[in-house]
C-alpha cells in the first residue's frame, strides 16, 4: 500500500492557474497575501514579489503556479482547518492587485480538511522577510 498524496493547504483553479501565468509573464515572480480584513477578507492582494513587506508574523500557506501564498499567523487561525483554494471572478476590485485592470478579482474559498488530512498537515512556519 502507497501512502497517499500529501494534501497542500493551498491550491487553485485553472482559472487562478492561467491568470497567474499571464501576471506572472508580464511582472515576474509573484506574491499573494490574504489579509483577512472586514472590506476585501476573501480577496488576496496579487503583487510581484518584494512589493509587499512581509511581517514577522506572516505564514507561507504554499504556493500554487510559482506564487507564495501568504497571510498573517492570526488570520490563519481562522482558516487552520480548511484548504484555501484560489479562484478568479468577474468582478472590480479596489486596491493595487495585478488583476484589477483585467476586470477581475483574485477571490478563496475554502474545503474542510478530513480528520485524515489534518492529522498530516503541520502548521507552516514564519516566512523570511523579503
Given amino acids: 500500500m502507497t501512502d497517499p498524496m500529501p494534501t497542500d493547504r493551498v491550491t ?56 507564495r501564498f501568504c497571510m498573517s499567523d492570526d488570520t ?18 479596489g486596491g493595487f492587485s495585478l488583476e484589477v485592470p483585467d476586470g477581475v478579482r483574485f477571490t478563496v474559498r475554502a474545503r474542510l480538511f478530513t480528520d485524515e488530512e489534518l492529522a498530516g498537515l503541520a502548521d507552516p512556519q514564519p516566512v523570511e522577510i523579503i
Fill in 12 to 67: 487553485a483553479t485553472p482559472e487562478a492557474v492561467a491568470l497567474l501565468d499571464r501576471l506572472s509573464a508580464k511582472h515576474g515572480p509573484l506574491l499573494l497575501h490574504l489579509s483577512g480584513g472586514c472590506c476585501d477578507g476573501s480577496a488576496p492582494l496579487c503583487l510581484p514579489l518584494g512589493e509587499f513587506r512581509l511581517g514577522g508574523r506572516d505564514l507561507c500557506l504554499g504556493t500554487v503556479a510559482g506564487a
Fill in 76 to 93: 490563519f487561525q481562522w482558516w487552520r482547518n480548511t484548504q484555501v483554494i484560489l479562484d478568479v471572478i468577474q468582478a472590480r476590485g
